[in-house]
């Protein structure tokens, strides 16, 4: 195989998926969890992004396609929902959720679980790393191919986990009113990725400048 597609896919899905920057996000998603759940919606987070990923580099846009969803309108999709998380964020409402005793806490961490959405879609496995994916695999037509992108593919989720299991040291680092700073910057900044979700799926549909 050669090494100089495994480095550009290794770099592509990196900056796509970017695991340094998901781990304070994922901190201030998990705020005030304890670190055995941490771990697991951690893990839960990784292997679903993973399937995802593995069903779209191998099937591609045939799967998309096959349930009448274009990639721009996955990406609207995405970016919509992905801004009513940043809304929560944004006015303190996953935190007031978590208030209370430890048995309303343990019922609402059941009830209010990122590892599926937002983390493992669309943070992880959204549009940009679905179609990283996908365009990867064409490059490499066969089996050979798809297993080492797959391989590429599992090695960055490697690196996200690893990271999302130093988000207690980071959140003891930051401290509450640090992690409340953070976790309004990053509503911010997830909304304006939210806004930008959308546009690039306007654009796709030829609605956007």
Known sequence: MDTGFLITAFVTLVVIIDPVGMTPLFVALTQGMTGARRR??????????????IVFAAFGEAVLGFIGISMPAFRIAGGILLFLT?????????T????????????????????VFPLAIPLIAGPGAIASVILLAGQRPGLEGLAWVIGVMLSVLAIVFVLFLTAGLLERALGRTGINVVTRLLGM????????FVLDGLRGFGLAL
């Open 40 to 53: 697991a919606i951690a893990l839960r987070a990784c292997i679903t992004s993973a399937l995802i990923l």
């Open 189 to 196: 900044l997830l909304a304006a990725l939210a806004v930008q």
């Open 86 to 94: 940043a809304l929560d964020m944004l006015f303190e409402r996953r």
């Open 96 to 115: 007031k959720r978590r208030e209370g005793t430890a048995q309303a806490e343990e019922e609402d961490d059941d009830s209010d679980d990122p590892s």
